[in-house]
C-alpha cells in the first residue's frame, strides 16, 4: 500500500460526515427524538398544572370546611366537636350544610340542628342561608324536616 491510500484509510476527507449509528436514518432518529421529548415535556407540564390545581383547590375546601365548623359553633353558641358535614359533588356547589345536636349526646341521639351555609369566607365564618331542625335518629331528609328557616325553604323541600 502507499502512503496516500495508507492515510486515506485513517481518517476521512475534509467535508465528508460520518452519522452517528451508521448513515441513513440517523436524521431521521434524531427528529423523533425531538418529537417525543417535545411530548414528554407537553404531558409534564399538563400534569404539574392539575397537580397544583388540585391542591389549591383541597386547600380552598378544607378552609371552608374549618369556616363551616367555626360558623355552626358560633351560631348555636354549643362547642361540639362531633358535627357532620354534607357537601354538594354532584352539582359540585360550595353550599355545605352542618348539622350537630341541640343539647349534649351521642351524634343523631339528640334534636339536632342543621345549617345550610353558602358564600365565601369571610373573617372565618360563612353566611347562613337556611337551616332546619332534625328529630332524634333521623336522617337529614326534606321529610325528617321540621322549623325551617331561612330564604330557601321552598327549594330545600322542607314542610311548611
Known amino acids: 500500500m502507499s502512503a496516500s491510500e495508507h492515510s486515506f484509510l485513517r481518517r476521512p476527507r475534509a467535508g465528508r460526515r460520518v452519522a452517528p449509528g451508521g448513515g441513513e436514518g440517523a436524521g431521521r432518529s434524531s427528529g423523533l427524538r425531538r418529537v417525543e421529548s417535545i411530548v414528554l415535556l407537553l404531558a409534564a407540564l ?3 398544572v392539575a397537580t397544583v390545581n388540585d391542591v389549591v383547590r383541597q386547600t380552598h375546601t378544607n ?3 374549618v369556616a363551616d365548623l367555626r360558623t355552626w359553633r358560633a351560631y348555636t353558641g354549643h362547642d361540639y366537636r362531633n358535627l357532620s358535614i354534607s357537601q354538594d ?3 359540585h ?3 355545605e350544610i352542618v348539622c350537630g345536636n341541640t ?9 339536632q340542628l342543621c345549617l345550610l351555609l353558602t358564600g365565601p369566607v369571610s373573617h372565618g365564618r360563612r353566611a347562613v ?4 331542625y ?8 326534606p321529610n325528617n324536616r321540621y322549623a325551617c328557616f331561612g330564604h330557601v325553604v321552598g327549594e330545600l323541600g322542607c314542610p311548611r
Do not use: V
Not at 343539647?103 to 334534636?111: D, H, L, M, V, W
Not at 342561608?129 to 332546619?132: D, L, P
Not at 332534625?134 to 331528609?141: F, G, I, T, V, Y
Open 89 to 91: 359533588f354532584h352539582h
Open 93 to 95: 356547589t360550595k353550599r
Open 46 to 48: 399538563f400534569l404539574g
Open 129 to 132: 342561608s337556611a337551616g332546619w
Open 103 to 111: 343539647s349534649p349526646g351521642p351524634p343523631g341521639a339528640r334534636e
Open 134 to 141: 332534625l328529630r332524634p335518629h333521623r336522617e337529614d331528609r
Open 63 to 65: 378552609h371552608r370546611l
